[in-house]
């Protein structure tokens, strides 16, 4: 399967560059990024070392830019929890509401061909939730990280 898949005119991805990891960065400390998911973001040597030993350092995650237009615009990640593999996302908040998380989801589930595949967004984060059923997740119910709560979606479960 090719690095670079295209859906349309201007929504690809391509394999991560390091040129990526600042503006992966920026967009996990993006205030509404943070209200929204409710994830805490991490310091810059942590994030880096996440990334360069859990993301790109680890063969069974499955990673991709999301490009719009050639420019950089968030990423998708799949990744193993004990048995479950799990799928996220982040964008620059320039391209919400846009239809690019919708495109760039669809595109990376032509790659990402685990099923059972689980996702797990915080309650009140209603857009994520949004697009996770618009590219075919299911609600199983809901979870407990820390003091927020977070709907469970399944993909292609049973």
């Keep these: 399967m090719p690095d670079s898949l295209s859906m349309g005119d201007d929504v690809r991805l391509r394999d991560v560059e390091e040129a990526d990891l600042e503006l992966f960065f920026e967009q996990e400390h993006d205030p509404e990024t943070v209200r929204r998911s409710k994830f805490t ?87 994520s939730v949004r697009l996770l059923e618009k590219c075919g997740f299911t609600r199983t119910g809901t979870v407990r990280h820390g003091e927020h709560e977070h709907i469970m979606l399944v993909l292609g479960e049973g």
């Design 41 to 127: 973001p991490r310091d810059r040597e942590t994030f880096m070392t996440h990334w360069a030993t859990k993301v790109l350092g680890d063969p069974t995650v499955l990673v991709r830019t999301v490009t719009v237009d050639g420019e950089p615009a968030g990423n998708v990640v799949s990744w193993w929890e004990q048995d479950t593999r799990f799928i996220g996302y982040v964008f620059a908040r320039r391209y919400w509401g846009r239809g690019i998380g919708t495109t760039a989801l669809t595109l990376f589930l032509r790659q990402e061909k685990t099923r059972p595949l689980y996702a797990d967004p915080f309650t009140g984060n209603t857009g």
